[in-house]
């Protein structure tokens, strides 16, 4: 068990404010649901946005330099057709530098959010791209040249990411005057600020929609609580065990949801053994809560980490093959626990987790925690080596 100093912003940089009501959305001076210049939530273009990109549709990001952009992933002929004709320069695939280091074959020293390799015109497949975008597939590709990358970068691959989708994006600049052509009716444009301020934006407007007694089979007076944020379809729920808002500082749990080793048991986590000792533990002591966050494979989505564990077949370890595919070892954000407990009314707690990481981000949220507990799973023989990688390469506390 670790004693932490108490930690109780009014707003941490990059939280939630402790003094915001989270059953509804957050407002601006006047009152109002922070909206944009049409009057809906400004996160509605980017939910857009997302279901567009995994339809394979481009869209515009606004900015200084605009783009037209589409996932490489999803994009087919019609998107890539529709990208060089209303292109005003040379498209590019915009790929994290550690997937792009594999495509080049060379190192990449700078450090940056993205690496730009060249298209040239026509447009090159779109089953190409695919296969420049996941290294999980035949490795036949083109020679690629790396350009200038363009501006709003960071805010396209994020739109990628967004979409539990390979942050691999077909990019290009828009012409001037688009909108007025007949190709360009019916696309969407996003701000990119709209795109980067996303997590804070969806958890400021998250709220209660369902509440429902669930015994279980370790903590018989169990409640569920779901939460959804404003204008999206996302459920985060809440395990509510005893009265925790009747204890000074309950014990929480932030777990991150794992079909394969919650509902399927699988061995190469130990997902499954954490949430079901978690929730007998809260039962042992009488109250706790754990949240049970829609973040599958630390945050890189069910698919995603379905990848990973391909190239971790293949010889990689949990850290290298998110690298791999281009996201970083934990892509997880801790704004919509933060929102949740503050929902709930618990202002202080202990954190029963192995991950500094975890404990870090949540008191960057303006949670105060007074304490982390450990929470120590045997190995079973299969996730030996996945378990040590968290000590060793992400910092996980097993003592």
Not at 267 to 283: F, N, S, V, W, Y
Not at 335 to 343: D, G, K
């Amino acid at each position: 068990m670790t004693l932490l100093p108490s930690v109780t912003p009014d707003r941490a940089a990059g939280g939630v404010s402790r003094k915001n009501t989270v059953g509804a959305p957050r407002t601006d001076t006047m009152g109002a649901p922070r909206t944009d210049t049409m009057g809906a939530p400004r996160t509605r273009a980017v939910h857009r946005a997302v279901a567009d990109s995994r339809r394979g549709v481009p869209v515009i990001i606004a900015g200084p330099q605009p783009l037209i952009v589409a996932p490489a992933e999803t994009v087919g002929a019609e998107g890539l057709n529709l990208i060089d004709r209303l292109a005003a320069g040379p498209a590019s695939l915009l790929l994290a530098p550690a997937r792009a280091e594999a495509v080049l074959g060379v190192a990449i020293a700078e450090p940056g959010v993205a690496v730009a390799l060249a298209l040239a015109r026509p447009l090159i497949d779109a089953a190409t791209l695919r296969r420049a975008a996941d290294p999980t597939l035949e490795q036949i590709l083109p020679r690629f040249n790396r350009t200038v990358v363009p501006g709003q970068a960071a805010a396209a691959l994020a739109l990628g990411k967004l979409a539990r989708l390979l942050p691999a994006m077909v990019v290009a600049p828009v012409r001037a005057g688009w909108a007025s052509l007949p190709l360009g009716a019916g696309l969407l444009v996003v701000p990119a600020a709209d795109l980067l301020a996303y997590p804070t934006e969806l958890a400021a407007t998250l709220h209660r929609v369902a509440e429902v007694a669930i015994p279980l089979a370790d903590a018989p007076d169990a409640r569920l609580i779901a939460f959804r944020a404003l204008d999206q379809g996302i459920e985060h729920m809440a395990i509510l065990v005893g009265d925790p808002a009747g204890q000074p500082a309950p014990l929480v749990r932030i777990h991150s949801e794992c079909f394969t080793g919650d509902l399927l048991g699988s061995l190469r986590c130990d997902c499954g053994p954490q949430l079901k000792g978690a929730i007998k533990r809260m039962a042992d002591e009488g109250a706790g809560v754990v949240l049970y966050l829609a973040q599958e494979g630390r945050g890189i989505g069910l698919i995603n980490k379905l990848r990973a564990y391909t190239l971790q077949d293949r010889g990689l370890d949990t850290v290298d093959a998110n690298r791999a595919l281009g996201w970083q070892a934990d892509e997880r954000n801790f704004h919509i626990a933060a929102a949740m407990l503050e929902s709930l009314g618990l202002h202080r707690i202990r954190l029963l987790t192995n991950n500094p990481d975890k404990t870090a981000g949540l008191m960057a949220c303006g949670v105060e925690i007074v304490e982390r507990v450990a929470h120590i799973i045997a190995p079973n023989g299969v996730n030996d080596g996945y378990l040590a990688t968290k000590a060793a390469r992400m910092g996980h506390l097993f003592e």
